[in-house]
């Protein structure tokens, strides 16, 4: 890894996957407020069905990680996915749109949902961090994109603010943050195995735009944490 941090080779090791991500057509529809009602729609459709399975998954982080300094940020914010602005958006953007809370998953939203909680279950911290580390990261990278001023319609703008800002920046910077200190006491095969985890699920949030945008493209192959 020379000097780079872990997340940074991380990150450098999934390119061109990470960068057609932070950049997909779809999220910067989004950022500039063109997004199509429909495909809107049924991206929160789907992106709301993560919302028991993530945060089962911040649970499992504050139970898995390795210090008392570490579990603090992860039940804060665990407070904040159950019970504040994230959930309340949800509910506010798909009574807008005409969209429902609880509709069939999208095959690469099953995907994804597999992933989570199989690293939830295996209760290994690294891989644990690694997953959440891509799902917050990816979004503050496409959210940062967008430009001054935001879009005025609510569902475009209110979506950007929650993964963008000094909060969420903060909150991204611990999850790489604890993926480098990890990552500094790691042989290569556990290097290895960590990258797998966030290979498939830089995958998986690629699949998962282009599922909004009606592309559907959900990676084929099966994944499993061991």
Request: include cysteine; hydrophobic fraction near 45%.
């Amino acid at each position: 890894m020379s000097e780079q941090t872990f997340s940074e080779w991380l990150r450098q090791q999934c390119e061109p996957e990470w960068t057609a991500v932070v950049t997909h057509p779809f999220a910067m529809a989004i950022n500039d407020g063109s997004a199509a009602d429909d495909d809107l729609r049924r991206y929160l459709e789907q992106d709301f069905q993560f919302v028991d399975s993530f945060t089962a998954l911040l649970g499992a982080a504050v139970a898995a990680a390795d210090t008392f300094e570490a579990r603090v940020p992860y039940g804060t914010f665990l407070g904040q996915v159950a019970t504040t602005e994230e959930k309340t958006y949800f509910h506010r953007a798909l009574a807008e749109l005409g969209g429902r809370t609880e509709v069939p998953l999208e095959p690469v939203t099953a995907a994804f949902r597999r992933l989570m909680d199989e690293v939830r279950v295996s209760q290994d911290y690294p891989l644990i961090a690694a997953v959440l580390c891509v799902a917050e990261w990816c979004y503050l990278g496409w959210a940062s994109r967008a430009a001054q001023p935001l879009p005025e319609r609510f569902v475009h703008r209110e979506w950007i603010e929650l993964h963008e800002g000094p909060g969420f920046r903060a909150w991204v910077a611990f999850l790489r943050g604890e993926l480098d200190r990890l990552g500094a006491g790691m042989g290569e095969e556990r290097r290895q195995e960590v990258l797998n985890v966030f290979r498939r699920a830089v995958e998986l949030e690629r699949a998962f735009f282009d599922m909004a945008a009606g592309q559907l493209r959900t990676p084929a192959r099966s994944f499993n944490v061991r």
